[in-house]
């Protein structure tokens, strides 16, 4: 995989800008707390940070199918990349961070500095996790935002019952991180295995050595479960519910549910590095997910409560969600969301790039499930690099291929 460094494109380093100013922004605020100045500190804190957004969206070249203003520190394992699906969730990142800090003073019984101080630290998390391509950085990271946001839910809990939303979030969500730490280990040990014993968790160096057979069917499933627990999808949504009812109905699962980062990584991830095992259960994952459409939206029916319907109706559209991604295409096309710098959206499910014109198709297995989806678009696909799919490799890939004007 080809990469351009931050020094060929920009003045300093955007990606660790971007995770390092809400960390000192919440560090620093947490020190000045008392102060009748810190929550306007604070705010100053996210402005900055959609600044800095804002400049990686305009610091990326759609034209390039690398990925762009990479950052390496080989004995941190530290090492980061962007392209434009990056760009646009970095950019939602930092606008939900902004738009809570606005929020939070209508809560008046939460004391001002220190929620703002957690929502700059889950924010730097996520940062982290978006421009991250090393599966430790990124559960690392992961492990940090879920820890934020239990803190939330044990301090700030909304109703009588917040000590069962903690709960379940602990349960849920502690069970999930493992699980997804745990298919992290298992492609390093394949990649391992494959180059005389040296490990890596590194994307770069995972993508040339992808675990064979029943090892990479796990890594599959550990992964795959392991963030949709965090997505979530059904039936992995028993912590949602509670949560959402009994905990801070616009903070913790706006920092949760917003950024979706639980599709990210699916996408980031799964679909790269488990090409063969997607093929094999992308049947399987669509089925579970049609049900949980439907399932989840009849339970929202149901409800007396506008926040359990709200939770069981995110649920049912982040089902719509999953679907869409792994019927989009074959797991080779969609797994160039792991290198690509483009990013293009269309209405129709066309996508026109360098003298052809792609229509994505799912393949007949998606095609039992395609009547689940056809009223959402999803055969709409952001995919980069079209450039580089000529006719073939379009049809290898599931994709109908033909001329403009044939």
Not at 1 to 8: D, F, I, S, T
Not at 191 to 207: M, P, Y
Not at 390 to 403: E, F, I, K, P, V
Request: proline share 3%; aromatic share 12%; hydrophobic share 55%.
């Amino acid at each position: 995989m080809k990469e351009l460094y931050w020094a060929e494109q920009a003045a300093y380093p955007v990606l660790l800008a971007l995770q390092l100013l809400p960390l000192i922004g919440g560090l620093l605020l947490y020190a000045v707390r008392q102060r009748a100045w810190a929550v306007a500190l604070g705010r100053v804190f996210f402005i900055g940070e959609l600044l800095l957004a804002a400049d990686l969206y305009r610091s990326i070249d759609a034209s390039s199918s690398v990925l762009q203003l990479a950052e390496r520190v080989s004995w941190l394992l530290y090492h980061t990349g962007a392209d434009g699906v990056t760009a646009l969730f970095v950019m939602v990142t930092a606008l939900i961070g902004l738009l809570l800090s606005l929020y939070e003073p209508a809560r008046e019984r939460m004391g001002h500095s220190l929620l703002l101080v957690i929502i700059l630290l889950s924010q730097s998390a996520l940062m982290t996790m978006l421009v991250t391509t090393n599966l430790i950085w990124f559960s690392a990271a992961s492990g940090l935002e879920l820890t934020l946001v239990a803190v939330l839910l044990r301090i700030w809990a909304s109703g009588d019952a917040g000590d069962l939303a903690y709960a379940r979030f602990i349960q849920y969500q502690g069970f999930g991180w493992l699980l997804f730490v745990a298919g992290s280990v298992v492609l390093a040990w394949g990649h391992a295995d494959a180059t005389g014993g040296r490990w890596s968790f590194d994307l770069h160096d995972l993508i040339l050595t992808p675990p064979l057979g029943k090892f990479q069917s796990a890594a599959f499933f550990l992964l795959f479960y392991g963030l949709a627990v965090r997505t979530p999808l059904f039936p992995l949504h028993g912590w949602l519910p509670n949560m959402t009812q009994y905990g801070t109905i616009a903070i913790a699962p706006t920092l949760l549910l917003g950024v979706k980062v639980g599709i990210y990584g699916m996408a980031r991830f799964i679909l790269p590095l488990t090409p063969e095992a997607v093929e094999v259960w992308q049947v399987y994952v669509v089925a579970f997910a049609g049900t949980g459409v439907f399932f989840t939206a009849a339970l929202a029916l149901l409800q007396t409560n506008l926040r359990r319907l709200m939770a069981f109706a995110v649920v049912s559209h982040t089902s719509l969600i999953v679907i869409g991604l792994f019927t989009a295409a074959s797991a080779r096309c969609a797994g160039r969301l792991a290198a690509g710098g483009q990013l293009r959206f269309c209405g129709n499910g066309d996508a026109v790039d360098g003298g052809l014109r792609l229509q994505a198709h799912a393949d007949r297995r998606a095609l039992r499930t395609g009547w689940l989806v056809r009223a959402h678009s999803v055969h709409c696909r952001g995919f980069p690099d079209w450039r580089f799919l000529d006719c073939r490799h379009a049809r290898h890939a599931g994709l109908r291929c033909r001329a403009p004007g044939t």
